[in-house]
């Protein structure tokens, strides 16, 4: 009898219990690794399969017998001991790349990527997607994976010829890609984050282009053209640019309030902007993507047409929360970086009392521009975690005073904010930094809020 191959899973968050889960139906061995000793829910997580369990070992410490290494995208693939594993023969892949080896060779994915927009463009691309397999009744499923909080190797196994994968893909993530392929790839856009994981913005930059490394003239890339970085995309795919600013030979832009994608002498009037379910400039540029990758993958136009009016958003995403004494609440838990958090300052309506921070991760990030786009519409900001010193920093040197520092506990955070707030006024949370260290992630983050505030 053949030898199991024996795999190890390093990290186990939602992408490291799905790949676990994924090899062990693929015949592995499998062993779970994570710095931690103990992790609460785990055991259940992983119930139904068999899995040597090594929580709380240093990985490099397991190495002898592995045949694959799954890493978990908060781990960076130049550490010593993912050098030392490749250099004992040992091929380390992550958690997208397993899951798309899996995945029935037939299944299209269409994929975004970018600093911010992701998941929302993800999730009404996915939409879009759902509504042309109800109108086209050929069978065809599709699947919403990847970094919007499903992993591929979830569903993997379940794929079929036909079916189609929208994927947020992360720069994390596309780190350690080998043969991921998007048929469709849209990037949004690229502003600073993760300069603390990457080293440099250049490298930052490298890893979110390799969406488009293995892309051929069959596929469609999906650029934004108002980004030059965006724009100047090496891909040997078909192009097709998205503007708000103006027109585009071929791609999606506005003419007249109308939204139009222009392919060739061909032009489709899609719907008016003013009748997207989705508010804001930045969720315009959101919609045009998602316009672009859907009529270049051969979407019907009505399909397009419907989802577009009837997706509201997705949670974390300045999300209303609730109307408290004339004050509304927004949950925008998702702008984990400061370019996410100025379009969340710039889509608000009302007087702003801005929560900043609520983390305890470092990412190195510039908070400047922050509080350059408050002036004139964020009445206070209060700030907490490890951020603190760096955020405050940062508005003494934009000459922004009304800024208060609270201590970690989350609830006198949003009291303090409650107490700055008046009639007409609005509470928004966009820490513009990472969960990590306060809160498992930014979902947790976000649902703490909304309880929090629904308890006022």
């Known amino acids: ?39 609460e829910g785990l055991e259940e997580a992983l119930s139904g399969i068999e899995y040597e369990n090594r929580l709380g070992i240093a990985p490099e410490a397991l190495l002898e017998g592995v045949d694959l290494m799954v890493l978990s995208p908060v781990i960076p693939i130049f550490r010593p001991f993912v050098k030392t594993a490749i250099a004992n023969g040992i091929e380390v892949i992550g958690e997208i790349e397993l899951g798309y080896r899996y995945c029935n060779r037939g299944t299209r994915f269409v994929c975004i990527g970018g ?21 086209s009744r050929e069978g065809h499923r599709t699947f919403v994976l990847g970094n919007i909080g499903i992993p591929i190797t979830e569903h993997a196994l379940e794929t079929r010829e036909g079916d189609t994968v929208v994927a947020e893909t992360a720069s994390l993530q596309l780190e350690s890609i080998v043969d991921f ?22 490298a930052y930059i490298a890893a979110k282009m390799r969406m488009f490394e293995n892309q051929t003239e069959d596929d469609i890339a999906v650029l934004n053209a108002d980004d030059p970085i965006v724009a100047s995309a090496k891909t040997r795919a078909k192009k097709l640019f998205f503007s708000r600013l103006h027109e585009v030979e071929n791609g999606a832009f506005v003419r007249d309030g109308m939204i139009v994608f222009r392919r060739g002498c061909i032009e489709v009037e899609v719907i008016p902007a003013d009748e997207l379910g989705i508010i804001g400039g930045h969720n315009l540029e959101n919609a045009l993507c998602a316009v672009c990758l859907s009529l270049g993958m051969g979407v019907h136009v009505e399909a397009l047409r419907k989802a577009l009016r009837e997706f509201k958003g997705v949670e974390h995403r300045i999300e209303f929360t609730r109307i408290l004494d004339g004050v509304t609440y927004y949950n925008d ?22 929560l900043l921070g609520a983390g305890n991760y470092d990412k190195q990030s510039d908070y400047r521009p922050v509080f350059r786009a408050a002036a004139g519409k964020v009445k206070a900001v209060v700030v907490n975690g490890s951020n603190t010193e760096a955020i405050m920093k940062a508005a003494v040197d934009e000459g922004f005073t009304e800024i208060v520092a609270v201590g970690e506990d989350f609830r006198e955070m949003i009291m303090t904010a409650k107490s700055l707030a008046a009639p007409g006024d609005a509470v928004l949370l966009s820490p513009a930094c990472a969960s990590w260290g306060m809160f498992n992630d930014y979902e947790e983050r976000g649902r703490i809020f909304k309880d929090i505030v629904n308890s006022l």
Do not use: C, Q, W
């Open 1 to 39: 009898m053949e030898k199991k191959k024996t795999a190890l899973i390093v990290g186990m968050a939602k992408s490291g219990v799905s790949s676990a889960k994924l090899l062990y139906n693929a015949g592995y061995h499998v062993i779970i690794n994570d710095l931690k000793h103990d992790i």
């Open 115 to 135: 600093t911010n927009g992701k998941t929302t463009t993800t999730a009404l691309t996915g939409e879009i997607f759902r509504a042309n397999d109800e109108l």
């Open 181 to 202: 392929h998007a048929n469709a790839a849209g990037l949004l856009n690229i502003t600073e984050d993760h300069i603390n994981r990457f080293g440099s913005m250049e």
């Open 333 to 354: 838990s998702k702008g984990t970086n400061p370019e996410s958090t100025i379009k969340a300052i710039e889509a608000m309506k009302y007087p702003t009392i801005l």
